[in-house]
């Protein structure tokens, strides 16, 4: 039997799994591991700036491509605890990601050992498993279990905390004949996809709510071939948006409080029947549950068994994988053709709201209004952007008026929403896929959160384009503050004595991102913001890293928003002609 030490049986698994990529920094107790690493010479890594930058990097990498999963690797102590954050975003949307960290030798871990925290402990419910491995010959099982785990059911992080004396201990373990666990990923049955489908055939309105379980399952396709065998309308989640492409005719628009289109939100409120297929019923999506569910049949499909009823109880529930699901839909659905309804006035009728029911874009303000920008990132990115972004107004508002139309394409922290995420992450989806054109999105907050981790770009040739919408202030946060009357401590102007250029908006954002060895443009004049983008990608190409477009926004802009899905605020002129969304999908009615 091949005897080696438990860290190079970890990484002989990691390969075997299929991980080709880590992210993450070295420190002393994790230093056995860098070493087998090195040994082994067939896992790529990134370095970090920061290790929580890391695990998002790794969230980033697992979400670009299906099969993925991301590592991020750090040392004991404080690498750990700064990776919870990602552990935290990557569990709060079911994305598997492994996150392998040093610790002190077993012996001394109740001695308050220099960066001894017992990260198992922390990371416990943040992972489907925590496990401080203080048994060597038990490395190879926990590796094995992780990634049972991680691909399993709801998928999620998992994290293996490696104490130094376990790493260097040898063991007898052949990697030859290791064999992956079988994933469980449950599946609907035929009797209960034939329940659902006379469920679906019997409403008169009926739509589907498409969430990221469709993603993680690899199954837009079976999606879309659903709903036009059934000729049924889709609504996608945050999370499931770009399920189905945003020029599809079932395409219904996005429902919600912040991220969804007004005729979404109308469309929901009129339909009859949802049939919600790996979507967790989130409250931003829902609003208030007495309005979301108001007259209204609901059946819910997802691979949690758990799920169903935790938000609010379905007419009817089936524990599946969606991609299982999918599947047998399309086949009896294939089998029932000829005698489904014909749906053809209520398509109709969504197509109209959509047509209809449009927010303006184009605004020529000079300072920008943010509308303008996405107006402007339509015109310039193609259909296989790939697009990454966080939290803020800037997140909301490009949910509200970009399109997206591909799965993966459109890469966001949807739940957990930490501030600094974007970078990284559109970093891990750079390693991930070098050849689809990344484009990232932030607000000057979460720009700023995580800035140095452009350097990493910049070091491995990452290129990607990252607009930043400047409005020095933390928008979202102003303008939930209206409710409070106040404007306090959410400001981030100030006069930079180093760059009175800037104007009194602060951070001079191209002369840090120039420090970090990337390229960067500043745009003032709506004008100027589509030869920017258009430059952007010159630059990129020639030099090989991140190029950031800062736009310089409008101070105060209050994006649409509201309490339920029958009282969103809008906040500026509807679009009343073509011209006032000139990039929308569907043409607005004259
Ligand atoms: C770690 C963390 N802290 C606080 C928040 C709350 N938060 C959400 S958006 C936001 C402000 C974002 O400002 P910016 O990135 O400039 O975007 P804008 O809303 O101005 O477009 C804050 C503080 C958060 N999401 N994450
Ligand atoms: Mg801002």
């Not at 990634?147 to 990697?175: C, K, T, Y």
């Not at 209004?369 to 193609?382: C, L, W």
Request: net charge negative; hydrophobic share 45%; charged share 20%.
């Amino acid at each position: 039997m091949p005897r080696m030490t438990a860290a190079d049986a970890a990484v002989a698994i990691l390969r075997r799994e299929g991980v080709t990529n880590a992210f993450g920094l070295p420190g002393a107790a994790i230093n056995p591991f860098y070493a087998a690493m090195r040994r082994d010479g067939g896992i790529r890594h990134t370095l970090a700036r920061h290790v929580e930058g890391a695990s998002h990097m790794a969230e980033g990498y697992t979400r670009a491509r299906a099969g993925n999963i991301g590592v991020c690797v750090g040392t004991s102590g404080p690498a750990g605890t700064d990776m919870i954050t990602g552990l935290y975003s990557a569990s709060a949307d079911s994305i598997p990601i492994l996150c392998i960290t040093g610790q002190a030798p077993v012996a001394r871990l109740h001695k308050e050992d220099f960066q001894a925290v017992d990260i198992a402990a922390v990371a416990g419910p943040l992972t489907k498993m925590a496990m401080t491995v203080l048994e060597p010959a038990q490395v190879p099982g926990a590796f094995q279990q992780a990634f049972h785990l991680m691909r399993s059911g709801r998928p999620g992080p998992v994290l293996i905390d490696l104490p130094f004396d376990v790493q260097l201990a040898e063991i007898d373990f052949d990697p030859e004949t290791y064999q992956p666990l079988p994933a469980y990923k449950p599946a609907a049955t035929r009797a209960q996809i034939a329940k659902a489908l006379d469920m679906l055939a019997a409403a008169e309105r009926p739509i589907i709510v498409a969430g990221g379980g469709i993603i993680n399952a690899d199954a837009a396709d079976l999606l879309t071939e659903f709903a036009e065998l059934t000729d049924t309308p889709v609504v996608p989640t945050l999370m499931g948006w770009g399920a189905m492409p945003d020029d599809h005719r079932l395409m219904a628009g996005m429902a919600g409080l912040q991220t969804a289109h007004r005729y979404g939100n109308a469309t929901v409120l009129a339909s009859d029947f949802v049939l919600g297929i790996g979507n967790r019923w989130a409250n931003r999506h829902t609003g208030g549950l007495a309005t979301y569910t108001a007259g209204r049949t609901f059946v819910h499909v997802d691979i949690e068994p758990t799920q169903i009823g935790r938000v609010f109880a379905p007419d009817y529930g089936i524990v599946s994988d969606a991609g299982a699901a999918l599947r047998l839909f399309v086949e009896v659905a294939r089998e029932r053709r000829g005698s489904l309804p014909d749906r053809t006035a209520w398509v109709e009728q969504c197509r109209h709201r959509r047509a209809t029911m449009q927010r303006r874009t184009h605004f020529d303000n000079v300072p920008i209004k943010p509308q303008r920008v996405y107006e402007e990132m339509n015109r310039a990115f193609g259909q296989q952007t790939r697009y990454v972004s966080t939290i803020g107004l800037s997140q909301i508002a490009a949910a509200q008026f970009l399109h997206v139309y591909r799965p993966r394409h459109w890469i966001n922290a949807g739940q957990a929403g930490p501030l600094g995420w974007t970078t990284p992450a559109a970093l891990g989806v750079c390693v991930a896929d070098p050849d689809t054109p990344v484009v990232a999105l932030s607000g000057d907050y979460d720009f700023q959160f995580m800035i140095e981790e452009l350097a990493v770009g910049a070091q491995f040739n990452l290129p990607y384009i990252h607009v930043l919408v400047n409005n020095a202030y933390l928008g979202l946060i102003r303008q939930s503050q209206r409710g409070f009357d106040m404007d306090y401590c959410v400001q981030l102007s100030f006069d930079n004595v180093n760059a009175p250029e800037v104007g009194g908006y602060g951070v001079d954002h191209v002369k840090v991102a120039e420090g970090l060895g990337c390229k960067a443009l500043r745009v003032t004049e709506p004008g100027e913001i589509g030869p920017a983008l258009e430059e952007a990608k010159k630059l990129m190409a020639e030099y090989r890293v991140p190029v950031v477009v800062e736009v310089i926004l409008e101070r105060i802009t209050n994006i649409s928003m509201g309490t339920e899905l029958d009282n969103v605020t809008e906040f500026e002129d509807l679009a009343e002609r073509r011209e006032d969304a000139p990039t929308a999908v569907v043409a607005l009615l004259d």
